[in-house]
């Protein structure tokens, strides 16, 4: 069972497999310490979890947990552009992603300077394709940021997919790309991983694979 205590608000406890929501209201974010406790086997431990506050500079544009479909209604037109079920988000100037960025469309994040969280991420799940066009993807806040996850069966990534010399750079992430469940990945050419904790796992058979030349 869970019980919060002070400024921590318990929202919903998932009884099946032991998750807890916890609302968190402290701006600055902070660190909630967890005393465990199994009376059945006497285990008890105690540990702590880092709650870090939004990523961001006061300028530039800011999404957190939220979704492909709702990128036009936060960001509006300057930054996306929605064709059939492809949108396409475009931010040279710099934009902060803090929290998950999941695919309910395909998106095509294209002359971007995305500028991530702590443990923020990208979710690629099942049928949807991600492609990443002359970008750059790194941590906004001295902190790694997660990585783009690809979830499972004809989640599809494609880098650098148009004819043009500029690299796209994946940078700070604890995977770069992590591939999950016969999911599909094709790296393009320019694609420069750096300074990531592993730049590329694939974790299970994956139904297609392809590298191209300069990719680094």
């Not at 492809?86 to 469309?105: E, F, K, Q, R, S």
């Not at 294209?110 to 394709?129: M, S, T």
Request: glycine share 10%; with cysteine; hydrophobic share 40%.
């Amino acid at each position: 069972s869970w019980s919060v205590s002070g400024a921590l608000t318990l929202i919903s406890v998932n009884t099946s497999t032991g998750e807890a929501t916890i609302e968190f209201p402290i701006e600055t974010g902070g660190i909630i310490t967890v005393d465990y406790n199994n009376p059945i086997t006497g285990c008890s431990f105690t540990t702590t979890l880092y709650v870090y506050d939004c990523c961001r500079d006061g300028e530039s544009p800011i999404i957190a947990n939220a979704s492909t479909s709702e990128l036009l209604t936060l960001l509006g037109s300057t930054y996306v552009n929605v064709n059939g079920t492809m949108v396409t988000l475009t931010a040279p100037g710099g934009l902060y992603v803090n929290g998950a960025l999941t695919l309910d469309t395909d998106l095509n994040i294209r002359d971007c300077d995305l500028k991530f969280g702590p443990g923020a991420r990208i979710l690629v799940p099942p049928n949807f394709e991600l492609t990443i066009d002359f970008s750059y993807l790194h941590a906004g806040c001295d902190m790694m940021w997660r990585g783009i996850e690809l979830q499972g069966t004809n989640s599809t990534l494609k880098t650098n997919n148009i004819s043009i010399n500029v690299a796209t750079e994946i940078a700070d992430a604890q995977y770069g790309v992590l591939v999950q469940n016969g999911a599909n990945y094709i790296v393009w050419k320019d694609v420069i991983f750096k300074n990531n904790f592993i730049g590329m796992q694939v974790n299970g058979p994956t139904f297609q694979t392809r590298f191209v030349t300069e990719t680094k």
